[in-house]
């Protein structure tokens, strides 16, 4: 006697056609993290900001740190007093470090400095980085917020805008 065997093959080919499309979802899923870190630190992140903000980090920190708490409630821009000493003023005019923000690193001060902030990219930078790893605890910490801007490679009249933070 002879057996039919037609519904194996319908149900062998869909076993198949599931594990597939279930393994190339859980590729895509593991992948756009990483894309969306590499979108991430294109859109924001360059060596010589780093560099730039990393200096200026240590001499706030080998110097007057309170002075620099002091004013941080303010979200002043570097031209003000704060940052006006020579040894800043030379890595600003070196990296050609656009503005500097000292701030708390609370919610608050993150959303008065996104008041404040005219240029579109800073914003975004602000709302989609800064604020979400801002810590609402009781420790007083500060960022440094530091935006740099180039010229881009591929058109000489447009500016490139990168930036970095620093927890203090």
Known sequence: MKLNKKGFMLAEVTVVATLAATVMMLMYSSSIKTINAYK????????DTIYATGYI??????NKIDDYISTATSATP?????FNTNPIKEIISKYNVKDVRFIKSKTTSVNDLINNVTRRTFKNYLENYVKKNVSDSENDKYILIVEREVASPNDPNKKVYYYYSIEV
């Open 40 to 47: 991430e630190r294109e859109n924001y992140y360059d060596v």
């Open 78 to 82: 570097y031209g003000s007093k704060t």
């Open 57 to 62: 980090y240590d001499y706030i920190m080998d």
